[in-house]
């Protein structure tokens, strides 16, 4: 199995992350997911060793499939909610390094069957964290969270870190509690003194190709447009922050690399936000998915009997990941549309996957304050 990626590609890499990651063993929980498929691309490029956890994917047009990343890594199905499961594939691998990105992730479905949500979202976390903490290969661990967690009041201002946790949905409460099971291991078991550490990243409503999810407004947008039909919008003038799949990434990879050189300075919560030019409502949004397509029609639903609470308004204030870390949001709305849509209209492969992260990281690299 080839490891790595040479030339100029390979070269980019190196200069935003060096060899951090070449050869180490990496666990990434959830990889036959949009967020963790692309991840799992990334960290095999970096010359990782990468396991994946995870239950099948959802459906065969998935970036997972389509990207073929499954053939270059150890492919594990199985639930996070199985702990013995869990334990021996850590007791196998011995991973020194845990992206833990296995989750519930829709508002909707928490409605549907909270159960399921906090048994994954909750149930799942503390069976990683133990896991993690009767390993003694494991040496990071990066809890892949959401904006959601934070207690939302609507502000018209971004939410930093140490803002209050909450959630009034089954969703961002369970993300919520997963933040708190963080804190609380953090303190009881992940330290300076059994030398591991923990840290949580909280990130938007990310956009990207290779997503099919139920209830997200990019799939449900393409779909649609596929089959010649109307967009149908649930809550149109809700604003939200949009942000490109690569974007974040860079965020979790920079983390785990700064927890790997400097350990405790760097653990605890991290906001991974886009600019504010991309928390646009989502009839913005679709409209310009539309013009951006070629073309289109969408139409609001109304008088839904069945409507669920979704939050309004929520913004993450950055402000740490940029000055601590170096990252920042490089892509306006535009551009992580172009992006997104460009790969829908694609006939995706392997290679495809790694020209578009070449596209990215020259983007990256020119507009990033890390590199000017």
């Known amino acids: 199995m080839k490891k790595g990626h040479s030339g100029k590609y390979g ?12 050869d180490k063993t990496i666990l990434v929980t959830g990889h036959t997911g949009f967020k963790g498929s692309w991840l799992s691309i990334w960290l095999d490029l970096l010359g990782a060793n ?8 959802i459906s065969e047009r998935v970036n997972y499939n389509l990207s073929g990343i499954e053939n270059r890594i150890t492919d594990i199905r199985s639930d996070i909610r199985d702990y013995d499961s869990l334990i021996s594939v850590f007791k196998e691998c011995n991973p020194e390094i845990i992206f833990h990105l296995a989750a519930q992730p829709l508002v909707q479905l928490s409605y549907d069957d909270p159960k399921l949500t906090y048994d994954t979202n909750v149930g799942g976390t503390v069976n990683l964290f133990e896991a993690c903490r009767l390993t003694n290969s494991v040496k990071v661990i990066i809890n892949i969270t959401s904006d959601k967690c934070y207690e939302n009041n609507e502000w018209a201002w971004g939410y930093r870190e140490a803002d209050k946790i909450g959630g009034s949905d089954p969703y961002s409460s369970s993300k919520g509690c997963s933040e708190l099971v963080t804190a609380a291991y953090k303190s009881s078991f992940f330290n300076e003194d059994s030398n591991k550490f923990v ?19 990019i799939p449900d947008c393409i779909k649609a447009l596929e089959k010649n039909q109307v967009i149908e919008i649930r809550n149109p003038n809700a604003i ?4 490109y799949v690569l974007e974040p990434l860079v965020g979790y990879l920079l983390l785990a690399e700064k927890i790997l050189k400097y350990k405790e300075k760097f653990t605890g919560a991290w906001n991974f936000g886009p600019n504010i030019g991309s928390c646009i409502t989502v009839k913005s949004l679709v409209e310009k998915v539309i013009k951006l397509w070629g073309y289109g029609k969408y139409r609001i639903l109304k008088n839904q009997s069945n409507k669920k609470h ?8 950055t402000n740490k990941a940029f ?3 170096g990252w920042q949001s490089i892509l306006s709305i535009d551009e992580c549309l172009n992006f997104t849509l460009q790969y829908y209209k694609t006939k995706v492969d392997y290679n495809y996957c790694i020209n578009l992260l070449e596209k990215f990281s020259e983007l990256y690299i020119r507009k990033s304050k890390k590199f000017n």
Do not use: M
């Open 310 to 317: 979704e939050a309004k308004l929520l913004i993450l204030d």
């Open 199 to 217: 840290a949580s990243a909280r990130s938007g409503n990310v956009i990207g190709g290779g997503d099919w999810s139920q209830f997200r407004i």
């Open 11 to 22: 070269d980019l890499l190196k200069s935003i992350f060096s060899n951090t990651f070449k």
């Open 240 to 243: 939200r922050p949009w942000q």
């Open 323 to 325: 000055f601590d870390l």
């Open 50 to 57: 990468v396991v994946g956890y995870a239950l099948d994917p």
